[in-house]
């Protein structure tokens, strides 16, 4: 078998860089394990778990808080197998959206796993073990990442487990201990503490949400714990097992945790493991990671990686923008991705959302800024909705005025991001975005007012 280009990986980075080849003419291919394309994000990440979140979101509402807009709700019921089918549907639908995308594009799937064979080949292991060797000029790395499991915690795969093991729960546990509290961990301990869990989050650092801006994970943290989440930092995790009918977790100089289950949310690694790399002599660092340089050449002769086996955020929309930059780059078309500006979104509620440097960040590097804000309880539409917690804040280079960073806890901060994103990559000042009329009533406007705080000059606060 050959073709022009083969990925390794079926995810958002893999499929995407797939298509995009078979636009700019290229015979592609895609090699994936997994019955189903879309990667970690599609089948055990983003997707299932927004659904998730989502719907336990609907869950609370309907319980504790319609009153207030004049909707008597009585005898409101969980029915988990329900909530668990209908993200399955949704992750089903998506998966066969990506089948079409392929089949419409005229890109080849192989089903197996996607090893280096040497120079310009690939060897495809199915399930029954048989190989195939694939040839080619062009090979594409985009294997993506996996859970980080601490040392001491033993993951059996129903009790003590992972985000996956998290996502499939058949009941709503009594008592959930997550370890760590990052977005993951917070995402995830929501869900099941809307639905009726004790959730208790253990966290190494003295804050949550490592590399948020440091003023939003502060907001947010009370928010949280506020809302049943018991939140607990400095905490090092030295075990976590399963233990009779549940789970025993022990910690550092304080007394065991007894718990039904276990998630261990403390980030990710490079899956790269066993994929070859030696034979085309590539060695990744320590964590797995393979280097490339900006366009996302390896040391290799023609061999590419992308997403999260390279280094950058593991974000399924940074792989996208890897694969189509990675590809185009290929084809001798200009390419590049602005890590400095790729968002990032945690889907709690409040959602938080950030794009460009932190205050952290601007102090470290000592550049000097200028900060507004603008609070969400002085929005109209966040008035109407009955969702006023939270704020915008603009970091502007205090000489020039540009951008530099936008960071939002509120209703639909995801959706807000983009605005910031967007003028961002084309850099817009504080007083462009100030200067632009927003529509009213709506959630952006919250937006304009921080920029118009950036000098001073906010109208509603």
Known sequence: MRHDLVVIGGGPGGYVAAIRAAQLGMQAAVVEKEDRLGGTC????????????????????????????????????????????????????????????????????????????GPGRVAVTAADGAVTLVETPRVVLAVGSESI???????????????????????????LVVVGGGYIGLELGSVWRRLGARVTVLEYADRILLGIDGDIAADALPLFRKQGLD???????????????????????????ACDRVLAATGRRPATADLGLDTVGITPDR????????????????????????????????????????????????????YDLV?????THPEIATVGRTEEQLQAAGVAYTKGVFPFRANGRARTIDDTVGKVKVLADSTTDRVLGVHIIGPSAGDLIGEAAAAMNFGATAE??????????????????????VAGRAIHA
């Open 42 to 117: 599609l089948r055990v990440g983003c997707i299932p778990s927004k659904a998730l979140l989502e719907s336990s979101h609907r869950y609370e509402e309907a319980c504790h808080h319609l009153a207030s807009h004049g909707v008597r709700v009585a005898g409101v019921s969980l029915d988990l197998p329900s909530m668990m089918r209908r993200k399955a549907d949704v992750v089903a639908t998506l998966a066969k959206g990506i089948d079409g995308l392929l089949a419409k594009n005229k890109v080849t799937r192989y089903r197996g796993i996607g090893r280096l064979a």
């Open 149 to 175: 499991v601490l040392p001491g915690i033993e993951i059996d795969g129903t009790h003590v487990g992972t985000s996956t093991e998290a996502l499939d729960y058949g009941e709503v546990p009594g008592h």
């Open 231 to 257: 939140i607990q930092l400095g905490v090092k995790v030295r075990s976590a097992r399963r233990h009779a009918t549940g789970c025993i977790v022990e910690c550092e100089g304080r007394e065991p945790i």
């Open 287 to 338: 964590r797995g990671c393979i280097g490339v340089d900006p366009a996302f050449r390896t040391t290799a002769e023609g061999v590419w990686a992308i997403g999260d086996c390279i280094p950058g955020p593991m974000l399924a929309h940074r792989a996208e923008e890897d694969g189509v930059a990675c590809v185009d780059g290929i084809a001798g078309r200009w390419a590049h991705v602005e």
């Open 343 to 347: 968002p990032a979104v945690v889907f």
């Open 432 to 453: 462009d975005i100030a200067r632009v009329c927003h529509a009213h009533p709506t959630l952006p406007e919250a937006l304009k007012e921080a920029a118009l705080a």
